[in-house]
């Protein structure tokens, strides 16, 4: 990784702007990659003796953690959905916030 890409992400980190790191050429190419060896399973399931189709790649070391590491194949895994929610619970409840309900109820 360049030390540009490298500033890129972390400004990323700190304007919470992640999102654009997910579209880049950078990951996009990393992430086929790691698909690719893993064969679109999901690594935990595969564990567990069973065989599910996955398309989300999870870093082992969060971005926000260790930047450093964003583009390291060998720090991402291949992990269904149900996983990669297990492995970030926060970002479950940012949809499941509680919605306003107006108390008087006619």
């Known amino acids: 990784m360049t030390p ?4 890129q992400i972390r400004t990323e980190i700190k304007d919470d702007s992640l999102i654009k790191f997910y579209h880049s050429k950078q990951w996009q190419s990393v992430r086929h ?4 060896l893993d ?6 399931c595969k564990t567990q003796g069973k065989h599910t189709h996955s398309t989300t790649v999870h870093h082992i070391e969060h971005v926000r953690d260790k930047p450093m590491l964003a583009l390291e194949l060998k720090n991402t895994e291949t992990i269904c959905r149900m996983h990669h929610n297990m492995e970030h619970p926060e970002k479950l409840q940012e949809f499941h916030k509680d919605k306003f309900e107006n ?3 006619w």
């Open 39 to 44: 064969h679109y399973e999901c690594q935990v």
């Open 33 to 36: 990659e790691r698909l690719r």
């Open 103 to 105: 108390q008087e109820r």
């Open 4 to 7: 540009e890409i490298l500033k």
